[in-house]
C-alpha cells in the first residue's frame, strides 16, 4: 500500500471513528483490541515480575513483555492489513478495524460528559465523571480542579488516543497503528514508578516516551492553531507557551500539548495534584486563570475538534498529491 492509498485509509478511519465512535454494546460481547492486549501485558506481568528476582532481571524481562506484546499485535496487523488488501470491502473493512484504535469520538464524550455532569450535578457529579479520564484522586478536586483535570486530559490524549496512532498509520499502515496501540496499553499497565513496576515497565515506558516524541509536538501544534478560532493572536501565545512551558511538565510529551492548550483557552493547567495519596508539587502550565469551569471544557472541547480537522487535512495532504499523480 502506498502513502496515497494509506492516507486514504485513515481519512476512512477518522471519519468513521468521528461518525460511529465505539459501538458499547459490540464490547459487551467481545473485547476491545486494548483489552486483548491488556490481558496479554498481564499473562506476561504475573509470568515474568517476580518481586525475588533482581532489578537488572526485571527490567529485561519487563523488556522481553513489551517487545514481544508489540511485535505479536504488529505481526497481527500485517496479516490482518495483508488479507484485506483487495477491493472496496476490504478497505472499508479495514478502515473499520483501525477506527476502533482511533479515539476522536469516545475522548470526546468522556469529556464532555465531565462538563454535563459539573453543569448539572455540581462538583460530585464532576468527580464520578472524571474519574473515567484521569488517574489522579477525584475527591480532592474542587470544581475549578474537575474542569482542569478534564481540559487537560482532552489535551494529552488528543496525542495518545488520535494523533499518534494516525502518525504511526501513516507510516505503516494498519499494521503500525496497531503496534503502537499495544505499545501505549504497555505504557499505561506497567509503565509506572512505583516498587513494583519500576524496573519490570522500564522498557514500555522509555519506549512510549520515544514513539509519543513528534506526535506529543505535533498535537500541540494542530491545537495551538485551532486557537484561531478565538484570534490569530491566540495562536501565536498558544505555541510560545507550548515551547516554553512543555518542557516543564513531568511527562517529556504531555506538556506540549496541554501547554498549547492552555494558551489556546488562556488557563493555567497541570500544577499540583495528588496521586494515590500522594501531592506531586508539578509547575502550572499557562499565563491565565487556574479557576476553569464547565464553560471552559466546552472552549477545549471546540478546539479539540478544530485539531481533529487540521490533522485530518495534514493525513489528507499525500492522498490529494496520490490522486493528482
Known amino acids: 500500500m502506498n502513502l496515497s492509498d494509506t492516507a486514504a485509509l485513515l481519512l476512512a478511519a477518522m471519519a468513521l471513528d468521528a461518525v ?179 524496573d519490570f515497565g522500564l522498557a514500555a515506558a522509555r519506549l512510549d516516551d520515544a514513539a509519543n516524541w513528534v506526535p506529543a509536538r505535533v498535537a500541540g501544534i494542530l491545537l495551538a492553531a485551532s486557537g484561531a478560532q478565538r484570534g490569530v493572536g491566540r495562536v501565536a501565545d498558544a505555541l510560545r507557551i507550548m515551547w516554553r512551558d512543555g518542557a516543564r511538565h513531568r511527562s517529556v510529551n504531555a506538556g506540549y500539548p496541554e501547554g498549547a492548550m492552555a494558551g489556546a483557552l488562556d488557563l493555567r493547567l497541570a500544577g499540583p495534584r495528588r496521586y494515590k495519596g500522594i501531592v506531586t508539587a508539578d509547575p502550572w502550565l499557562g499565563e491565565g486563570t487556574s479557576e476553569a469551569t464547565a464553560d471552559d471544557i466546552r472552549r477545549g472541547l471546540r478546539v479539540y475538534i478544530g485539531a481533529c480537522l487540521l490533522l485530518a487535512v495534514l493525513v489528507g495532504v499525500p492522498w490529494l498529491g496520490g490522486m493528482e499523480g
Open 20 to 198: 460511529i465512535g465505539d459501538p458499547r454494546w459490540l464490547y459487551r460481547i467481545v473485547p476491545h483490541p486494548t483489552v486483548v492486549m491488556g490481558r496479554a501485558l498481564s499473562f506476561c506481568d504475573r509470568l515474568l515480575n517476580r518481586p525475588e528476582s533482581s532489578a537488572t532481571t526485571r527490567r529485561e524481562a519487563g523488556a522481553v513483555s513489551t517487545l514481544a506484546v508489540v511485535v505479536s499485535f504488529g505481526a497481527l496487523g500485517v496479516l490482518v492489513s495483508a488479507a484485506l488488501s483487495r477491493g472496496w470491502g476490504g478497505f472499508w473493512l479495514e478502515a473499520l478495524l483501525a477506527s476502533v484504535l482511533i479515539a476522536q469520538n469516545s475522548l470526546y464524550r468522556h469529556v464532555a460528559d465531565v462538563g454535563t455532569a459539573l453543569e448539572r450535578g455540581g462538583v460530585e457529579a464532576g468527580r464520578d465523571a472524571v474519574a473515567h479520564v484521569v488517574g489522579r484522586d477525584p475527591e480532592s478536586l474542587d470544581v475549578h480542579g474537575v474542569a482542569r483535570s478534564a481540559v487537560e486530559s482532552l489535551a494529552e490524549n488528543f496525542n495518545d488516543g488520535v494523533v499518534a496512532p494516525v502518525l504511526w498509520g501513516l507510516l505503516f499502515g494498519f499494521p503500525g497503528i496497531v503496534a503502537y496501540k499495544a505499545l501505549n496499553t504497555a505504557d499505561s499497565m506497567i509503565g509506572h514508578l512505583d516498587s513494583r513496576y519500576r
